[in-house]
C-alpha cells in the first residue's frame, strides 16, 4: 500500500471539481516530485500512464493523466487517514 496525499485529495474531488480546475490546482500546489510519485503509486497498480518527458508542459499532462485515471476507475481502495490532516479527513486512496 503506497500513501499518496496528492492521490488522497484527487480521489476526494475528481468528482466535484472539473477535470481543468482540480489539475491547475494540484499542478499550482503540489511539487514536481510529489505528482511524479503520484504517477509511480498508479504506475504500480498495473494501469501505465503515457510518459510525458518531452512535453514543456509535462506536469499538466500527467495531472490530467491522473485525474483521468482516478475519475474511471474510483479509488482502489478507501483507509481512514485522519492522522495525515486535514486534506485526508474522509479518507484516502491507497495503493
Known sequence: MVWSELLCFVTDKCNVLPVDDLVKICVDFDSESEIINARSAVD???????????SSDRLRLTMEDIVKCVRSIGSVARVP??????????GCLAL
Open 44 to 54: 504500480s497498480t498495473g494501469v501505465r500512464l503515457p510518459k510525458r518527458n518531452m
Open 81 to 90: 487517514c485522519e492522522e495525515f490532516g486535514p486534506a485526508s479527513a474522509s
